[in-house]
């Protein structure tokens, strides 16, 4: 990991590793994320991230 200079200009790379259905309506979506640096080698961050996602349900008369 590499710190981010003031001014300099960064990325974000995601990659999405898995979707599992969770049950009715549900989905858990894992991803790696990845800060870039322009012009280095190193990155400023990597990270994992799981969102837990719910369908949303129609209310009813809507």
């Known amino acids: 990991l590499?710190?981010?200079k003031a001014g300099a200009r960064i990325r974000l790379r995601?990659?999405?590793l898995s979707?599992?259905?969770?049950?009715p309506g549900?989905?858990?979506?894992?991803a790696a994320n990845t800060v870039e640096i322009e012009g280095e080698q190193?990155?400023?961050l990597t990270a994992e991230t799981?969102?837990?996602m719910?369908?949303?349900r129609k209310r009813a008369g809507a």
Do not use: H, S
Not at 19 to 23: C, I, N, Q, S
Not at 26 to 30: D, N, R, S, V
């Open 54 to 56: 719910y369908e949303r």
């Open 14 to 16: 995601t990659t999405l």
């Open 2 to 4: 590499a710190p981010v």
């Open 42 to 44: 190193k990155p400023a």
């Open 19 to 23: 979707m599992e259905d969770r049950g």
């Open 26 to 30: 549900q989905y858990l979506m894992k």
């Open 50 to 52: 799981l969102v837990m």
